[in-house]
């Protein structure tokens, strides 16, 4: 049976220009003019540049002249050409409860694809019709590295549902190795093993490659794991011959997909959002120009819609006019603001990070960073913690020392023995030249790394060192060693 009741609900909404302002803060300079473009495009009531009189604001506030007549906006009563149980659309386009989505897309530079690269050379192979096939599916089987994944059972699963070839396996592996010896070499490898084998193969077989390629082929294990001990005793040679052999495999590419200049890539070019320099001892912060655009709202739009106030006759399709022109100078004053809210939410919170790290920046020690949280940039800024991330993560800044991604800056903090707060990111500088310090040969494991920073002052676990360690990509002491 339904029932009516009352219920009382405390929730918070979002209005759409608050949605619009995050996800402009968010935003890169180079996506920020890309929004920036298509809000142009999408707005006729929006324009760039300096407008043509000190009118600005939406509906034009302060006077215009038009014919000799001064229109003030506030004469223009928009209401009575609404009705009231009309909702209008620009109230409608965002909802609260939505999914906060951002179309996301990267261009791809035109050109020849690995694929097709690959297929070039394929055309110049004598093959049988069923080879052919075989091959063209291999081929469309190689990934961006360079290898194909799939079992060669599967494969043949594959040739016999999609392509109807029913072949062997003896033949699926012969037509594999003429896909093998197509460039770069390694390719259409099954494994890394396999891949460095290929290119082994094709050098000039001298002793160091040949006792590569044996390494390689017999004790794969040993050699990834770098037990140089169990390699000396089993192939039967001194350390300068291993030592020979290693530096031919290093020099070898796992990824032979990787090597090729034309592959598809996602090349992101890096523009700074702020500029940080040191003009006469101080700090000088600007915001880059690029996020600071002139915009106003379009003057013939605001003309359009003062003109109504002299229309005697309200028709449907004046009434729909209004409403368009009405929406699309909402929308225009909406991103406005939100740009201006952008440039100045975007300079205070840099400026607060500036301030806080001052002695960095006018120094380029990097031991000279002081711990900081992002809670501590949202509290110094009266702002809340997702803001702050939003422009950290995000966001670079050009300095006398290189441009960095605004999040380096921050770090969690730790005491030394002296009970100073010190930036973890100073122990991991001072981690990182621990170990690049080391004896290669007999590499330091992280319980003497733990006591060496501890005689440095910074007491610290050896699962603490452990995890700084992998941070920094650093592998453990058995995979560092060297002969």
Same mark, same amino acid.
């Given at each position: ?17 608050? &949605? ?6 968010? #935003?890169?300079?180079? /996506? %920020?003019? !890309?929004?920036?473009?298509? +809000?142009? *495009? ?105 290898? &194909? ?6 494969? #043949?699963?594959?040739? /016999? %549902?999609? !392509?109807?070839?029913?072949? +062997?396996? *003896? ?113 000088? #912060? ?198």
């Amino acid at each position: 049976m339904l029932k009516q009741h009352l219920q009382f609900k405390l929730s918070q909404k979002l209005s759409p220009q608050q &949605i619009q302002l995050m996800k402009l803060i968010q #935003l890169p300079t180079q /996506a %920020f003019e !890309q929004r920036l473009k298509q +809000e142009l *495009e999408e707005n006729p009531a929006l324009e760039s540049g300096k407008s043509e009189t000190e009118v600005d604001e939406l509906y034009g506030e302060g006077p215009e002249e038009r014919e000799g007549e001064v229109i003030e906006a506030e004469d223009i009563n928009i209401d009575e050409y609404l009705s009231d149980d009309e909702i209008p659309d620009y109230r409608t386009h965002t909802s609260n409860y939505s999914a906060d989505e951002d179309e996301k897309s990267m261009p791809y530079a035109s050109g020849t694809s690995f694929t097709q690269y690959l297929m070039g050379q394929l055309n110049t192979i004598a093959l049988g019709d069923d080879e052919w096939v075989i091959a063209e599916f291999l081929v469309g089987s190689i990934d961006d590295s360079g290898y &194909i994944r799939r079992p060669l059972t599967d494969i #043949l699963d594959d040739l /016999a %549902f999609t !392509q109807n070839i029913y072949t +062997e396996m *003896e033949t699926l592996e012969a037509v594999l190795e003429v896909v093998q010896s197509l460039d770069p070499a390694g390719v259409g490898a099954r494994s890394l093993e396999e891949c460095l084998a290929i290119q082994l193969k094709r050098k000039e077989q001298t002793p160091s490659v040949q006792l590569a390629l044996d390494i390689i082929e017999r004790s794969f294990e040993a050699f990834s794991k770098k037990h140089y001990a169990k390699l000396l005793q089993r192939h039967h040679v001194n350390e300068e011959a291993l030592k020979d052999a290693i530096g031919e495999i290093e020099r070898l590419n796992p990824k032979p997909g990787g090597s090729y200049a034309g592959n598809s890539r996602n090349i992101e070019h890096v523009v700074p959002d702020f500029s940080i320099r040191i003009v006469e001892g101080e700090l000088e #912060l600007t915001l880059n120009g690029r996020n600071a655009p002139e915009l106003h709202v379009s003057r013939e739009y605001n003309n359009m819609l003062a003109g109504y106030k002299d229309t005697k006759q309200k028709t449907k399709a004046q009434k729909d006019t209004v409403l368009f022109i009405k929406q699309k100078l909402d929308a225009a004053k909406w991103f406005i603001d939100a740009i201006r809210q952008r440039q100045q939410t975007l300079y205070i919170t840099m400026k607060a990070i500036m301030e806080h790290q001052r002695e960095y920046f006018l120094t380029g020690d990097e031991q000279k960073l002081k711990p900081m949280i992002l809670k501590d940039i949202a509290d110094e800024i009266q702002m809340d913690v997702s803001t702050v991330s939003r422009v950290a993560n995000s966001k670079y800044v050009d300095t006398p020392y290189g441009t960095k991604l605004i999040k380096e800056y921050f770090s969690e903090s730790m005491k030394n023995e002296q009970g100073e707060d010190v930036s973890t990111r100073e122990i991991k500088n001072i981690l990182k030249t621990v170990i690049s310090a080391e004896e290669k040969k007999k590499p330091l494991t992280d319980d003497k790394l733990a006591a060496l920073l501890k005689e440095k002052g910074y007491p610290i676990a050896r699962r603490t060192v452990a995890k700084y360690r992998e941070q920094l990509g650093i592998p453990v002491a058995r995979l560092r060693k060297q002969i």
